[in-house]
């Protein structure tokens, strides 16, 4: 992947984010935590962990995935799972241009019920992504979800 990618992606991407509304999950810290900095949280036993999220390893991540023989159907779904994954466990927002993101590792799903999965996806097809646009968000959530699990 070359720059021009990149720079492509993000605006398209920074584009189609700017008309979502985010959830009532994202919209704001929890009770409680609006004033805490993000290391205290972390240290005073509570589960609320600071993320960065380096492009470099991301893009890396995405275009790995790239590589893989699947259908659309198929992103669209490794997608929308890992976004029920991380749905309510994200404590920041999860936008374009994002450099870390905090994340309550006590919310975070790790197998999102089938059926919410299903209902999902549908609204996921119905925005009509571009793949590589797909790419991108599954390395995203993949890599929250794995630096949540080691911090």
């Not at 720079?7 to 935590?33: C, D, E, N, Y």
């Not at 198929?74 to 905090?102: C, H, I, M, R, Y």
């Amino acid at each position: 992947m070359n720059h021009f990618y990149v720079r492509v992606h993000f605006l398209w991407w920074k584009k189609i984010m700017s008309s979502f509304k985010p959830s009532k999950s994202t919209a704001k810290p929890a009770a409680g935590q609006a004033g805490k900095a993000p290391a205290a949280q972390a240290k005073g036993g509570g589960s609320v962990v600071r993320i960065d999220l380096p492009a470099a390893e991301i893009k890396k991540s995405a275009y790995e995935l790239s590589q893989m023989k699947k259908s659309y159907d198929d992103w669209v779904w490794l997608w929308t799972e890992a976004d029920l994954k991380l749905k309510n466990a994200l404590v920041s927002p999860l936008g374009p241009g994002a450099t870390s993101v905090q994340v309550d590792k006590k919310k975070i799903v790790q197998k999102p019920n089938e059926e919410d999965v299903r209902k999902v996806v549908k609204e996921n097809h119905a925005k009509r992504m571009k793949v590589q646009d797909i790419h991108w968000f599954i390395a995203e959530r993949n890599y929250i979800l794995a630096k949540a699990k080691t911090v």
